[in-house]
């Protein structure tokens, strides 16, 4: 005990991965095109109904909302641990740059936005400390 009161840090390394976190699946739907980072596909696409809502996968602040020609509609928004969610081609943005949300709460709804897209669906991607990650090893769709 005495050793360990001067520890610069209070959280066990095992706190500090992205694997301690319970993440909120965004929408429950059917994963039409996987993970991979070879072929620059750095996320999951997730066919669902149309007028789906979309639900932040973690409590977080709104980074970035607005649109590209690519992707249509994205709202980004960045968690703990170096964390950020990416929500692309939604036909409508719930929340603005900004402003705190919470897991499971409604962000955006479906879309089949931007040149990227061959139907309504979301491209979810994960990106920890720069690097994308397979949201498929964190949740189930």
């Not at 980004?76 to 603005?96: D, E, F, G, R, T």
Request: hydrophobic content about 30%; glycine content about 8%; proline content about 4%.
């Amino acid at each position: 005990e005495q050793q360990d009161q001067y520890s610069l840090s209070d959280e066990t390394p095992e706190k500090n991965t992205i694997a301690s976190f319970f993440f909120f699946t965004p929408v429950k739907g059917e994963v039409t095109n996987s993970f991979n980072q070879k072929g620059e596909h750095f996320g999951v696409d997730v066919s669902a109904p149309e007028n789906e809502a979309i639900k932040a996968t973690l409590d977080g602040t709104v980074i970035f909302t607005g649109w590209s020609t690519e992707t249509g509609y994205v709202i980004q928004v960045q968690h703990s641990n170096n964390l950020i969610s990416v929500y692309k081609h939604n036909s409508k943005l719930m929340k603005k740059t900004g402003q705190y949300v919470k897991a499971g709460e409604v962000i955006s709804i479906i879309g089949n936005s931007g040149e990227q897209t061959t139907g309504t669906h979301l491209h979810f991607e994960l990106w920890h400390n720069g690097n994308p990650v397979d949201p498929q090893e964190y949740m189930v769709f």
